[in-house]
Every structure is written in C-alpha cells, then in structure tokens.
C-alpha cells in the first residue's frame, strides 16, 4: 500500500532500537526525511540521511533543538520510553523511581508535542507508543501502567486543543513487543520468546501502524488508541 508520505519531514524519539528504530527504517523506507532524538549515540547502520541529535526527552531543550533540526515537520512519533520499575509492589516503589517513570513516558511525549506541533505549520500528525497496559494492569507494573494511561487521554486532550491546527494526535497500544527492553524485563535476554506460550509482536508490525496513522489514509482518526493485543481486551472474564 501506498502511505503517500513521499517527501515528508518526521521526529522520531528513541529511535535507537526497538520501535523506535523500527519505526525509523519504516519510515525512511517511505520516502521521509526523519530526524531522531535519543540518549544513545547513532547506531552505525541507520538508513542514509537520517539526522540525529542526542538528548533525553525529559530535556525540554533537547526536544526544541530535534524540532528545530528536522522542522518544518509533518510527523512526530513519541517512541521512547522505559519500564521503570518493574515487579515491584508499590509500596516498595521509591518516589523517584515513580516520577522517572512518568517523566520518561508522559511527559517526554508532552514535551514531543508541544514542540513538534509549533513546527507544523500546514497540519501533521502526532503517533504516541502507548501499552496494553494502560487498559490492562498485572501485579508489579504500578508507575508502567500508570504512565501509559497517561498517554492515552494525553492523546485525547492535545486532539482537541490541536484540531484547529490540523493536527492529528493518536497512539499505539501494543501487547508484548520483542524489543531487547522486554526481553530484559521478561529474563528473556538471551532466549528470546520463541516457544512461550503467548503471541507477541515484532517492532515492524508497530511500525506499520505508526505509518498508517501517520498517513493522510487515517485522515478521519484523531484523539485515538490503536489497540494491538491479538484481542484480549475482547475477551470476557466470564467462564463460558
């Protein structure tokens, strides 16, 4: 499918591995200038062309100098993000290590936002990577589920308040996605999830949804969250 995006200007955050990098190759694959914003240094094989500029998106600075780097933009995908901590009860989760988490997770993306949304000019579409975990919460993920849930009315508010703008502002809310930080989380560094008794996602098929909601294709979709879990959030609890 044609996505049309063929001549567009993007900001990626966390653009070094997982989604994020994912999300860069889909990207440039379709004909988008893009520009990443992450802590970690460029890895050696990113795609031609790809500018970069390191900072965390906690960093307000950081995020007005990407912006200014990759702007006038058309897109902005919020991708970076961090477990924090996990498999702890909350009331053995320090205050700091809370805030971090919604500092990284929310308000990096509220920042991302606030930014890229300036530095569109003629309208353009916003992509948050949310969770399945801000439906959903499992025992130890208090400051994760949390946070993501954050992002989702996020979403919601900036699609209100940027709608006159012609700004679109959606998520992606992916199940388990085999990216190194879930396999770190999970203990799967070195086996990886092949076997387990669970379906989980590969970065690309994130990415592809990233690129649809981009995309004039999802013209009509705004202030939404694309739910990626395999249908678990169809299923009843009820034991029939």
């Known amino acids: 499918m044609d996505l049309r995006l063929t001549g567009r200007a993007a900001l990626v955050t966390g653009g070094a591995s997982g989604i994020g990098r994912a999300t860069v190759d889909a990207l440039t694959a379709e004909g988008v200038t893009v520009t990443v914003l992450d802590r970690a240094a460029p890895p050696a094989d990113l795609p031609p062309g790809v500018r970069w500029h390191t900072g965390d998106v906690t960093d307000e600075d950081a995020v007005a100098a990407a912006v200014r780097l990759g702007g006038p933009l058309d ?106 930080m879930s396999r770190t989380d999970l203990g799967l560094a070195e086996t990886g999830f092949t076997g387990l008794p669970f379906p989980v996602h590969q970065p690309e098929d994130i990415a592809a949804a990233v690129c649809f909601l981009a995309s004039d294709l999802a013209r009509g979709v705004n202030g939404t969250a694309h739910v990626m879990d395999f249908g678990a959030l169809a299923r009843s609890s009820f034991p029939a």
């Open 75 to 180: 897109i902005a995908v919020g991708c970076a993000g961090i477990s924090g901590p996990m498999g702890k009860a909350a009331a053995d989760i320090t205050r700091e290590e809370f805030s971090r988490t919604v500092e990284v997770n929310l308000t990096g993306q509220f920042l991302l936002a606030k930014h890229a949304s300036a530095a569109m000019p003629d309208g353009g579409s916003i992509v948050f990577v949310a969770s399945d975990s801000a439906f959903v919460a499992a025992p130890g993920m208090v400051a994760y589920c949390a946070s993501k849930g954050g992002v989702l009315m996020l979403a919601k508010a900036l699609a209100t308040d940027l709608e006159p703008q012609g700004v679109r502002v959606n998520c992606v809310a992916p199940s388990i996605v085999d990216t190194p």
